[in-house]
Structure formats: structure tokens, C-alpha cells
């Protein structure tokens, strides 16, 4: 008798499969929320909902272009067979000093901020749009420092481990978003922003978590500092200048 022989899928295929896969779940999840946020929130605060969740891309930038500079240093490594442990740690580092800066910046603007932004719309909504305001930017925040994960795990060629997170964490918002339509039907924005987004913003926060402790006994100088920030700033000037073109739309409709 001849043995059955395993088809070993290639790689690539199971990578650019997660991929499809993850972006068809999150896009259903994104449709079907639609009629459970209207019902929670009515038109108007669905509005103030929908334009906050805009700032998720402007605030995709908060790893300052880390994630794309950590990628490229990973991926160098990786071809070399050297260790690139230390360059995840740096990064960490220098992710979590973004974190709070760019948290303390917007607990201060807050108001200022949303007063220009969130300008359309009843004054009981206007009255709350600061604290609607650094909510939305706290978690957009996380997603943005966490979305990191994503990059390491593409540089070391577990896409569809990425894929998968990405996915899950839209899965379990949306169960989350479900749950308060039936128990808590008059929820405010609050509630179903940190519903929504709260698994995409702490997902990749806890893997990051066990790989930081994974890998906190290498040596970190400032040179690893240094060639981080360095290759970063260009990432990071060309996704700002990318953001301001591709969502200026968002801005002119806040002003309507």
C-alpha cells in the first residue's frame, strides 16, 4: 500500500489566506455593528460615534513609525541569523514613553480639541465631546502602539498569526457591542467605544507584554535607541503625510 503523503501548504498561501480571511471578519464585524450601534446610541450620538472612530487612523502614527523601522531591523536579522531581541526591547521602551506622552498631551487638549472637532451637534453632546474625545484617543492610542505586534510578527514570517489577533480582537468588540445592546440598551459613547475597541486596543498589548518579558534579558545600548528613531522618522513623515491627505474628509464633515 502506497502511505499517504501530507500537502505541505506553502507559507505564503497560509499568510495571504489569514489575510483575506481576517480582513472579510473585521469588514462583516464593522457592517453588522452598524445596526446594533444605531439602536444603542440614535442618529446623533451615532454621528459624534462614527467621527471619533476617524481619529483610529491619525493616531495609527503613535508608534511614531516604530513598528515599520522594528520590521526592517527584524527582518535584516533574521537573513543574518542574528539575534534581534534587543531591538524588540528598545522598542518597547520607546513605545511605552510614546504612550504616556501622547496620553498626558491629550488629557490636557482634550477639550480644545473636540470643541473644534465635534462642533455639529446638540449641546448635551457638546458638553461631554472632551471626555467622548480622550476616550476614543486613549484606546486609538493603545491600537496604534500595540498595532507593533503586527510588525514583528510579518518580520518573522507568523503574518497569519497576525491575522488571527487582528481578527479575534474585532470578534470579541463586536460580541461586546451585542451584549450591551441587549443589557444595556441606553448606553452612552463611552461605553460602546471601549466596547467596540477595547479587545483591538489590549489584544496586542498583552502578546507584546510576554514577548517584552521574553526578552528582557538582552542588552540594550543607545545605539539601538539611535538606529530605531533613526529609520523611524521616515515612516513616520511619510504615514502623517498620508493620514492629512486621505482623511481631510473626516475634518470637513465635523464642521457640517
Do not use: C
Amino acid at each position: 500500500m502506497r502511505k499517504l503523503r501530507l500537502v505541505r501548504i506553502p507559507r505564503h498561501l497560509i499568510i495571504a489566506a489569514s489575510s483575506w480571511l481576517s480582513k472579510i471578519i473585521i469588514a462583516g464585524v464593522q457592517l453588522v455593528s452598524v445596526k446594533f450601534l444605531l439602536e444603542i446610541l440614535g442618529e446623533e450620538s451615532y454621528a459624534v460615534f462614527t467621527l471619533l472612530t476617524g481619529l483610529l487612523v491619525w493616531f495609527s502614527i503613535a508608534d511614531i513609525g516604530i513598528g515599520s523601522s522594528l520590521q526592517n531591523y527584524i527582518s535584516e536579522l533574521k537573513a543574518d541569523r542574528k539575534s534581534y531581541d534587543a531591538y524588540i526591547k528598545a522598542a518597547v521602551h520607546i513605545l511605552f514613553a510614546s504612550l504616556i506622552i501622547l496620553s498626558s498631551t491629550l488629557f490636557f487638549l482634550s477639550d480644545k480639541l473636540s470643541s473644534l472637532y465635534l462642533t455639529s451637534f446638540s449641546d448635551e453632546l457638546k458638553n461631554n465631546s472632551g471626555s467622548y474625545f480622550f476616550i476614543a484617543s486613549i484606546l486609538f492610542i493603545f491600537i496604534g502602539v500595540g498595532s507593533v505586534v503586527y510588525k514583528i510578527l510579518f518580520a518573522e514570517l507568523l503574518g497569519w498569526k497576525a491575522n488571527i489577533i487582528n481578527a479575534l480582537s474585532y470578534l470579541l468588540g463586536f460580541l461586546d457591542v451585542v451584549a450591551i445592546h441587549y443589557l444595556m440598551p441606553d448606553s452612552s459613547i463611552t461605553f460602546a467605544l471601549v466596547a467596540l475597541y477595547a479587545p483591538v486596543a489590549i489584544l496586542p498589548i498583552i502578546y507584546i507584554s510576554f514577548r517584552y518579558i521574553y526578552v528582557l534579558k538582552a542588552k540594550v545600548n543607545f545605539n539601538t535607541y539611535k538606529l530605531l528613531l533613526s529609520r523611524s522618522s521616515g515612516f513616520l513623515i511619510f504615514s502623517s503625510l498620508s493620514i492629512i491627505v486621505l482623511q481631510t474628509d473626516y475634518i470637513v464633515m465635523s464642521q457640517k
